[in-house]
């Protein structure tokens, strides 16, 4: 049953990524003008010879479908404006970095949400739980664009006193991934996350112990810690599960924005460089892989979800 | 169960007739104002959107008039000392970097922030009640080929292909305007249609049908007042959503041109001066802020007044 459900969310996955590839192919090319647009027209043969290197000289539908089988290769095409590179490299070049921040961002979100929801849960409706949603509510609406430079003023231009000590973090750049240059874009990226994961798991948290084998646990003698750990935690992070694909998306957005700001080379920087410069193999490539990412991880949540919880049901 | 004589009966029927009901709104709106923050949040939100609406009543200054004797000059009550120079007069919140009113910057941010929130939003209404009361109503497998569509764009990353339309379309207002409404309608039909699926079946939809009345008249007089809960709920939502929207793709150079601008925009120029004059950043990211916890606020306070199951 599982193996089938499994088959058919992998077939159903393969048409909504064609789409996505499809819309955006023919989105770039009803683009007024090509990439190769100087301000001095190419003389009419080498002008030509650039369109037949590219296969811009074909029809457009050949063109899709030969963009189509390269794909298939896993090559995006040659970069438009940075000459040398093909996608192919530009977006590998950048994974590294994209990566890390990512899964650091995922991580403590994971692990600072989940003690937040579950300590605003044990304490539902007295003022530590209130004012735990009210900092996740903050967390929530303000963007990431305004905590980043906030942050940045803060930590980095005015910089910080604890304990007598005075210090301030790195503003901008890589340097190989050092952890003070990873400190406030993984901060930012992750502070979303943590709020709507506090809220996610204080809700489902609040519902399961109200549940009857909590309480028969209880009744059991069991200790209160041992009670939360081992028999409401487990139901109650299974929301977290399906949340996982939006939060995947999320970061995705989160990056574009942070990357830029920060100054890290990944691979959100390169679609907004790509898209101002008008790259658009670039941008093209960039969709498609983050486009495809998001699926298989939205579809490994939902088969996953389906392991943990034998109640969900495999038909429809 | 005792029998109604006659009489009686008369009583009862006059009696309905001068004691007036009160209906879900009168409830509802009862209910709202009874909840603090949402009510709080509604003066701070009519506070921001007349000061937008009549930006230029409230400065002398104009908002693309440049004085380059004041370029990053901080406002006259910054506490920080070590600011270059101070603009005096009514720049309330200092000068921004090539020496333009910020006062009056953040008020016309405002108008274009709040308009595109407006009509975007209505965008995504009118697509999302067609298409989902079309769904809902006609039912089978219309509706669930209609869904399957919606599904299907659930999963597309759209922020990244309005990215692209904005580049494509040289960043055209009205594109702007469209593109989000059309990313957040899928929400909105799923809402809708959903509702719709759950008011058809109910038993005053039979009566209305067994008094003679039409499938337009069940749909106009008893179908959408029974979705509008919801959906003025969701729209509550939606708003800061666009806002946000917009914002971002501003906040990239996506967005809305000079001299116009937006507080996505003022937030960009804001954060890349931030080291010499912080002021920049700091009244347009409270402006947001604020705007986005009120409609957030009013949106669970909507929600709390007009579902009668929470209560």
Known sequence: MLISYAFRRILGAIPTLLIIITLAFFMMRIAPGGPFDGERRLPAEVEANVLAAYDLDKPVHEQYFIYLGRLLKGDLGPSFRARDFTVTEMIAAGLPVSIRLGLSAITIALLLGTTLGVFAALRQNRPSDFSVMAIAMVGITIPTFVTAPLLTLLFGVYGVNIFGLEFSLPVGGWNNGALPNMILPVTVLALPQVAIISRLVRGSMVEVLRSNYVRTARAKGLSSLRVVTRHALRAALLPLVSYLGPAIAGLATGSLIVEQIFGLPGIGRYFVQGALNRDYTLVLGVVIFYASFVILLNLIADILYRVLDPRVRYDR | ?311
């Open chain 2, 1 to 311: 169960m005792t029998p109604v004589l006659p009489a009686e009966r008369a009583g009862l029927v006059e009696s309905a007739a001068t004691v007036r009901g009160r209906s879900l709104w009168v409830d509802a709106r009862r209910r709202l104002m009874r909840n603090k923050a949402a009510v709080a949040s509604m003066i701070v939100l009519g506070s921001v959107t007349l000061l937008a609406v009549f930006a230029p009543l409230f400065s002398p200054y104009d908002f693309d008039a440049i004085d380059f004797s004041l370029v990053q000059c901080a406002p006259a009550w910054w506490p920080d000392d070590s600011v270059l120079c101070r603009a005096d007069g009514a720049h309330w919140f200092g000068m921004d970097a090539v020496g333009r009113d910020l006062f009056v910057r953040t008020l016309y941010g405002a108008r274009v922030s709040l308009a595109v929130g407006l009509v975007a939003t209505c965008v995504s209404l009118l697509i999302g009640i067609a298409y989902g009361a079309t769904a809902g109503y006609l039912g089978g497998s219309v509706d669930n080929l209609m869904m399957r569509f919606v599904d299907i764009l659930y999963s597309l990353p759209f922020i990244f292909f309005v990215i692209i339309l904005m580049v494509i379309f040289d960043r055209n207002f009205i594109l702007l305007f469209v593109a989000i409404g059309a990313v957040e309608w899928l929400t909105m039909a799923r809402i809708v249609r959903g509702q719709t699926l759950s008011v058809k079946e109910q038993e005053f939809i039979e009566a209305a049908r067994a008094a003679g009345v039409g499938p337009w008249g069940i749909i106009s007089r008893h179908v959408i007042p029974n979705v509008v809960g919801p959906v003025i709920v969701y729209v509550t939502l939606t708003i800061p959503a666009v806002i946000l929207a917009e914002s971002f793709l501003s906040f990239l150079g996506l967005g809305i041109r000079e001299p116009m601008t937006s507080w996505g925009v003022l937030i960009a120029e804001g954060a890349n001066s931030l080291q010499t004059s912080p002021w920049t950043l700091i009244f347009p990211a409270t402006f947001m802020a604020v705007t986005l916890f009120c409609f957030n606020f009013i949106g669970d306070g909507l929600r709390d007044a007009l579902d009668p199951k929470d209560r």
